[in-house]
């Protein structure tokens, strides 16, 4: 199977959005906010970015800390209504106080989504952050539970995010989406899988898959080969046009020909654009999946907000990134070097999607 | 930026990542909707992010009236809270008869 051209529509069309794009660029207003508020985890994922572990050597950051900078820096200078806040980890729901946090992030005017693994989601507890403001949640879904429970490596997960994802589901109004990390394992079951999620009425689904960092980085079998990437993608696409389930592919990296076809949009990354995270530590970055070393300042140090307006020029001035195989790329104007999150802390590009897919 | 977009249209690629929203926005005296179009930076789907939640808006709560009721109120007075047991279970009657009623119909 061979990858799919950029034809001259595709073409024109990126060229059109490259230049929208800029402007984006150039605004960088913050519209998403990640709070990495542990990276304390009930399981240990074969394929987490994060290196999350049950004894996280890094504490929890005290919830006050996080509202602080709200109150200082990020509130006076944003409609908070424009503003998502995603509560990240780790797995979230090990904090105690993430209702408290959740209730004063709601207070403030801001929404607030979390990501979760779903294993220790009751319908109490579920209840209880719906009440503190929770208005959408991802759930980790990777397969059947072979599938899930070998990567998650707990006999019991698939079980937990099963029943965490029915809970979900009787949320009136609230926003959810499942997703699914495809490996080797699932991807010669993706239509089964899919039909799976269908009977038990998910409609939103997304997929990532595997780059190169953290405990992933040294667990070949998690990472598909060209060829599956290919059926991944000829997947996608081919589900979205059934429009049975409504399934993207995350942001991960320039598709080439697939654009458009398996997103709702052409291919962005907003880490540092219209995206910050706080970490753990008080490190203030772009998304909470670029593990390099790309920290602009730290909240314990600097003024949240001077950072985002003043810094992050290696996130919104990508020039830097035309190096090595991406120096002579004919589609780096539209990719502009990959993601931030695939790219090692020298700078250099771990893994290229629109490669895998020539 | 309005050209552009719709030029964008033209090739028929959806504007969705790239262009102004059509909002539903309370007027001053909140009896009717305003649809008003504004222009937005794309919201996209994050690796480690979460959908963007529907159409809703958090109105901030006073620390006197936290929502711990009836739910977190959007700005229309509609109320988002989790179904009861009963509730959930009602549903999915309903929806499995109308399933059945669809499926006869087909046939």
């Not at chain 1, 980890?89 to 209702?99: A, I, M, P, Q, T």
């Not at chain 1, 707990?154 to 029915?166: C, H, L, T, V, Y």
């Not at chain 1, 540092?272 to 999946?289: E, K």
């Not at chain 2, 996209?44 to 739910?71: A, C, H, Q, S, W």
Request: aromatic share 10%; proline share 3%; glycine share 8%.
């Amino acid at each position: 199977m061979k990858g799919k051209r950029l034809g001259l529509r595709k073409y024109l069309g990126l060229k059109i959005f490259k230049s929208i794009y800029d402007g984006v660029v150039e605004r960088h207003r913050l519209r998403t906010l990640f709070w990495e508020c542990t990276l304390r985890c009930n399981l240990r994922c074969r394929h987490c970015g994060s290196d999350c572990r049950t004894d996280a050597s890094e504490l929890d950051m005290p919830l006050q800390d996080f509202l602080d900078v709200l109150d200082n820096e990020v509130t006076p200078n944003v409609d908070p209504k424009e503003v998502l806040i995603i509560f990240s980890g780790g797995e979230v729901l090990v904090r105690k106080d993430l209702e408290e946090a959740g209730r004063e992030v709601t207070k403030r005017g801001y929404m607030w989504g979390m990501v979760t693994n779903g294993l220790s989601l009751s319908q109490e507890r579920l209840h209880a952050l719906v009440d503190a403001g929770l208005r959408s949640v991802s759930v980790s879904f990777d397969g059947f539970a072979d599938i899930h429970n070998d990567i998650r490596q707990n006999p019991d997960s698939f079980a937990k995010a099963e029943r965490a994802i029915g809970y979900i589901r009787q949320v009136e109004g609230l926003t959810y989406d499942v997703i699914t990390c495809v490996t080797p394992a699932i991807i010669e079951r993706l239509e089964e899988w899919k039909e799976y999620l269908i009977s038990r009425g998910i409609s939103h689904w997304r997929i990532f898959s595997i780059f190169p960092a953290g405990r992933a980085k040294r667990d070949d079998k998690l990472h598909l080969n060209a060829e599956q990437f290919r059926s991944l993608m000829e997947f996608i696409s081919r589900t979205r046009k059934e429009g049975r389930i409504n399934l993207n592919y995350a942001c991960e990296g320039f598709l080439g020909g697939y654009e458009t076809e398996v997103r709702d949009h052409f291919y962005m990354c907003n880490a540092g654009i219209t995206v910050a995270s706080i970490r753990v530590n008080g490190d203030i970055s772009g998304c909470t999946s670029v593990r390099g070393n790309y920290a602009q300042g730290n909240i314990y140090r600097d003024k949240f907000w001077d950072v985002w307006q003043n810094r992050f020029t290696e996130y919104r001035d990508r020039e830097w990134t035309k190096c090595d195989e991406c120096s002579d790329c004919k589609v780096w104007e539209f990719c502009r070097g990959g993601g931030m999150h695939l790219r090692d802390d020298k700078g250099k590009l771990m893994y290229c999607h629109y490669n895998m897919l020539k | 930026m309005k050209w552009k977009v719709a030029l964008l249209s033209l090739l028929g690629f959806s504007t969705v990542a790239c262009c102004g929203t059509k909002k539903a926005t309370k007027s001053e005296d909140k009896k009717s909707q305003d649809i008003v179009t504004e222009e937005e930076d794309p919201r996209i789907m994050l690796m480690y992010g979460v959908p963007f939640p529907d159409g809703t808006v958090v109105r901030p709560i006073d620390d006197e009236n936290t929502p711990n009721k009836g739910g977190v109120p959007f700005p229309d007075g509609r109320v988002v809270s989790p179904l009861t047991e009963e509730e959930a279970a009602k549903r999915i009657e309903q929806m499995e008869k109308a399933e059945v009623v669809e499926e006869t119909s087909q046939e």
